[in-house]
């Protein structure tokens, strides 16, 4: 079944899927799970994305994510996804277009890297391994996915530290979501969190980025559609210090994703 439609706007996950049973005679016959996320090869979603600093004039864009092809590595289907516009893409569809994405009845599982662009400082792409997404049966603010590490870089000739934690959290299920004038029903939603601590060395370590929730990204999936809207909000207070010959300003940042049109067959 082919489905199109128009919508207005878009920008950066959640797949839900639900089970039920309905009796029949002889037993019960189980019901399709519905579908958040449907993945077909050919399916695709155009969203608008506004990128917003403070005083400055936001930055608008548009990306087309689809689905490229699909293999079967036992009894799990992976799916490739790629977006026509990476330098503007959504943290969630940059990983979503640039790593390994299958599904379960409940949740939708990533592996591949959240990336980050910050001025003045530089990128960050923290690796995630089978990352949930969403899980239909699991209660708001219950934890899907949790992972920490160390990234070593250099910025400017300095050795940077990068310690971060990853969590995702499912969200609510909502009745009904309105995303630029649009109404989608049945929607489901998750929360990632990204918490960061950045120490330079100079001849010893120094914490210029004091650990803290840097980055908070909020997704909405429709029934039968996909994902509608995303919002990430990324903030880094850095410690003043005179004694660095690195300049280093507080950062702000707003970015959201909001579906434009979409042309998707359900699987």
Known sequence: MKITKLPLLFLLSIVLFSCSEDDSEGGTTPVEPDNFFPLVTGNSWNYENVASFPDQDDIVSNETLSVVDSTTVGTTVNYDLATDNPQNASAVTLALSQGDVSKTDESLIVSGNLGFGFEGFP?????????????????????????????????????????????????????????????????????????????????????????????????????????????????????????????????????????????????
């Open 123 to 267: 990128g960050i792409n923290i690796a995630v391994e089978n990352a949930a997404m969403y899980d239909t049966n699991a209660t708001p603010n219950t934890q899907l996915f949790t992972d920490n590490g160390t990234i070593e870089q250099d910025f400017q000739g300095a050795p940077l530290t990068i310690n971060y934690d990853v969590e995702i959290l499912t969200g609510s299920n909502l009745d009904s979501y309105t995303v630029n004038g649009t109404t989608y029903s049945d929607v489901v939603s998750s929360q990632i969190k990204i918490t960061l601590e950045v120490q330079v060395t100079i001849f010893v370590p120094i914490t210029i980025l004091p650990s803290q929730e840097a980055v908070v990204i909020d997704n909405y999936f429709a029934k039968d559609i996909g994902l509608i809207y995303s919002e990430t909000n990324t903030n880094l207070d850095f410690v003043e210090l005179d004694q660095l010959p690195i300049p280093l300003e507080d950062f702000s940042f707003i970015g959201t994703q909001s579906i434009e049109s979409y042309n998707v067959d359900l699987e």
